[in-house]
């Protein structure tokens, strides 16, 4: 089989180096790009004659996979997919696969890490402290006691809600699917209408696809509390931007915590959540550890030699 990793995996080079070594054992072929081209002719170009690729988050759609008539399997070195054709494999019987699991306790921290910065206005903090002002305007409110709503109980909220309950956060959500494991914790499942309306946090961890695509709206965004927080470390097409700055900026909605968008940072500079008041902006980081990165290369290669083998693993088609 002919291999192609068409994009850096930012994982040691000895890491790197021992999984490729298994392929080739094998008696498979793998070229390694040690740079991203996201271009479609540069894609286009890698992908030629392969049977397989690794990709990450770089778009990988129909006008590339068109001209690939090899390619039998994409291993995708994310969680998310909706940057892949994954329409466009079914029809061709292209298999795919994701790296389901590798950054769960890194979007859990870093969503509640912007819950405790907002909370606490720590970037005011140390900008007060370097203009030499004192904490006037700066008194914070705890996250104890307080009602988070979690938005998909998968994995990632599902490790957001044991940290809230270590908080002393009561705890309600809306899943898809309900799970008993988490009623048994305390945890009240409620309509997403409620959910925006009674928490004082709300925090949001599903997929984008066909279903979630504007969820969170204008009108579910107005429900909520001129008191609490938005936190979306899942993806940016799920919510209403426009409708969240609108809110911000009216004093409808005390603070916001952003880390994903419509479309890949940099973002454009007219896009309404820069210039939005209260919010922290992150430029899709959630997911980016070091020891996510390990986890992810593991669970990436892990694929790939099980398909090799004639099987497959975290398989979305």
Same mark, same amino acid.
């Given at each position: ?32 790009? =040690? ?11 890698? !992908? %030629? ?8 988050? @770089? ?38 696969? =994701? ?27 140390? %900008? +007060? ?17 307080? @009602? ?8 990632? $909220?599902?490790?957001?809600? !044991? ?30 209408? &409620? ?21 969170? !709206?204008?009108?579910?965004? &107005? ?12 993806? $940016?097409?799920?919510?209403? !931007?426009? +409708?969240?700055?609108?809110?911000? =900026?009216? $004093?409808?909605?005390? +603070?916001? $915590? ?17 210039? +939005? ?13 070091k020891e996510a990165m390990e986890r992810r290369a593991e669970i990436v290669f892990e ?5 090799? =083998? ?8």
């Amino acid at each position: 089989m002919k291999i192609a990793l068409l994009e850096p995996l930012a994982i040691r080079s000895e890491t790197l180096d021992a999984f490729v070594t298994k392929i080739k054992t094998l008696g498979h072929e793998i070229t390694v790009y =040690n740079d991203r081209d996201p271009s479609p002719e540069g894609l286009r170009a890698r !992908s %030629q004659g392969m049977d397989a690729v690794i990709i990450a988050n @770089t778009p990988y759609r129909e006008d590339v996979l068109e001209t690939c008539p090899d390619l039998r399997y994409i291993d995708v070195a994310f969680t998310g997919v909706d940057h892949i054709d994954v329409d466009y494999c079914r029809k061709k019987g292209i298999q795919v696969s =994701n790296a389901s699991g590798y950054s769960d306790i890194c979007v859990a921290e870093l969503a509640f890490g912007m819950m405790l910065s907002l909370s606490r206005y720590m970037v005011q903090c140390d %900008q +007060a402290v370097r203009d030499g002002k004192d904490k006037t305007g700066l008194v914070g409110t705890e996250l104890a006691g307080k @009602t988070l709503g979690v938005i998909g109980t998968g994995k990632i $909220g599902t490790r957001v809600i !044991s940290i809230a309950r270590a908080f002393g956060m009561d705890v309600i959500a809306y899943s898809r699917t309900v799970k008993p494991e988490l009623e048994a914790m305390g945890v009240k499942y409620l309509p997403l209408a &409620e959910v925006m309306a009674q928490s004082d946090i709300v925090t949001l961890h599903t997929p984008n696809n066909a279903e979630t695509k504007g969820l969170i !709206s204008k009108e579910l965004i &107005e429900k909520m509390k001129p008191s609490a927080t938005f936190i979306n470390t899942a993806r $940016g097409p799920i919510v209403d !931007s426009q +409708a969240l700055a609108d809110a911000l =900026n009216a $004093g409808k909605l005390r +603070a916001a $915590g952003i880390d994903v968008f419509e479309m890949e940072p940099p973002i454009p500079a007219d896009h309404p959540l820069v210039t +939005a008041k209260n919010v922290l902006l992150a430029p899709h980081v959630a997911f980016a550890t070091k020891e996510a990165m390990e986890r992810r290369a593991e669970i990436v290669f892990e694929n790939m030699l099980a398909w090799l =083998n004639g099987d497959i693993r975290n398989q979305i088609c």
